[in-house]
């Protein structure tokens, strides 16, 4: 067995392994279609993923790694950098401007009136208050994401399925069927808030049309852009923005 595959505890690595480079997560991931060892950045999980066409060859990957550490040191520096929640500090929650005040009790949403931007207000201070303020934007995110879901089911003449939020890494919304006869389900990632109220708009709508088409095909994205339009503009901005709405209360 080579270094390499002694590297965790003795054993074989496996898909799904992970170890350290240049002070950054690297996961070991088996790929069968693919034709070589490769490297890339999930800016979402702010991690890199390495890439072997079969198990046997997850050591190359990890050897490759190791030799790409400048690569990887490089490719992390061009994240953003993690947001702090903070009283003070000013969001765009839907795209619309939202301040987070010290408070007392429980924290709490309070809308826009005469002419001031909604607000929430939270106890607490470091890790305690992001946790208070993420979690009203999580509320805030399924009491919206919802509506609009509900919206979208009934353009399409489907009935409305279940909506839940969660910190989802590696996609913004995901959709499962019924099954035998139950209500279909739609998860949501609750960092959606954080974006333009169209570009969440459309992470509804494409997630409703899935009821309907559970691929990707022309009729998928026929009924997408019956919802919404032309798509592109927001399947970009998530693209390009997707890393910093992440690193939000890192």
């Keep these: 067995m080579s270094l390499f595959g002694r590297a965790l505890g003795g054993r074989a690595l496996a ?7 240049a002070g950054t997560a690297v996961t070991l991931k088996v790929n069968r279609r693919a034709r070589r060892v490769s490297l890339r950045l999930d800016r979402t999980r702010r991690e890199i993923v390495a890439t072997a066409p079969s198990p046997r060859r997850l050591p190359e990957a990890a050897a490759f790694a190791r030799e790409r550490a400048g690569w990887i040191a490089e490719r992390m520096a061009e994240l ?3 947001t702090p929640v903070y009283p003070g500090l000013t969001l765009q929650v839907f795209g619309e401007p939202v301040r987070l005040e ?3 009790g429980r924290a709490k949403w309070l809308p826009a009136v005469d002419g001031e931007p909604a607000r929430i207000t939270a106890m607490g201070e470091g890790e305690g208050y992001s946790r208070a303020v993420i979690l009203m934007l999580k509320k805030r ?5 919802g509506e609009r879901t509900d919206v979208y089911a009934a353009m399409l003449g489907v009935a409305a399925p279940t909506v839940t939020v969660a910190d989802a890494k590696g996609r913004w919304g995901s959709c499962r069927p019924g099954v035998r006869g139950g209500a279909a ?8 808030a954080l974006a333009p109220f169209e570009v969440a708009d459309y992470v509804a709508a494409h997630e409703c049309a899935h009821l309907l088409e559970l691929n990707h095909g022309p009729r998928f994205w026929a009924h997408v852009r019956a919802l919404v339009g032309e798509p592109k503009a927001h399947r970009a901005w998530l693209r ?4 910093r709405l992440h690193a939000f209360g890192r």
């Design 15 to 21: 898909d799904g392994d992970r170890l350290e480079v």
């Design 141 to 145: 995110a399924k009491a919206v994401l």
């Design 240 to 243: 390009s923005e997707g890393a």
């Design 185 to 192: 389900s739609i998860r949501y990632s609750w960092r959606l």
């Design 102 to 104: 010290a408070g007392t």
């Design 80 to 82: 953003p950098d993690a």
